[in-house]
């Protein structure tokens, strides 16, 4: 039964660090990046990162599954459980909450119309930004708060599954 759990954990914290490699990768490196290289219009980026995070979203479902089932059968510590917990928590907040708004604001982008604020009674066109100064959304903050928190709590994660092994 020892054995059982220990490759149960051992499992568990390497999907828990393949997950946490396509975090960083993404979210802290393509991301930011793409919106850098020549030619590269906010709506292009806009269009790319949608795919990108469509993709990533998907795979860091299958993933948290597989690190629910590595964690119930590795006979986990309240910390594990904790941790995983809140990784999954934050997951759904993600799916759930978070990404529908901004999908909601990138459509806004892409169609050439986002809501400023601008007050019904003003001239056309006024209130309205050239795309390069948009403020960023509160949905994309919260996301990359989440994104933040998520990485902290995977490499907890991570390790202390490791460490049961």
């Not at 809140?86 to 708004?101: D, G």
Request: glycine fraction near 10%; charge should be positive; include cysteine.
């Amino acid at each position: 039964m020892a054995g059982m759990n220990s490759t149960a954990a051992a499992v568990g914290g390497a999907v828990t660090f393949v997950w946490l490699g396509m975090v960083l990768a993404i979210s802290f490196l393509e991301a930011p990046l793409k919106f850098r290289a020549p030619g590269v219009t906010i709506p292009l980026g806009l269009g790319i990162g949608r795919l990108v995070f469509r993709a990533l979203n998907a795979v860091e479902v299958v993933l948290a599954l597989a690190i629910v089932i590595a964690v119930a059968l590795s006979g986990p510590s309240a910390v594990v459980v904790a941790f995983t917990v809140v990784v999954i928590v934050l997951l759904v907040v993600q799916l759930a909450v978070i990404r529908p708004r901004l999908n909601r604001r990138s459509d806004e982008v892409l169609a050439g119309v986002l809501d400023t604020g601008a007050r019904a009674d003003a001239p056309a066109g006024a209130g309205v930004r050239a795309e390069s100064e948009q403020p960023r959304s509160h949905g994309h903050l919260a996301y990359v708060a989440c994104e933040v928190v998520k990485v902290i709590a995977l490499l907890d994660l991570g390790t202390s599954l490791l460490a049961r092994t």
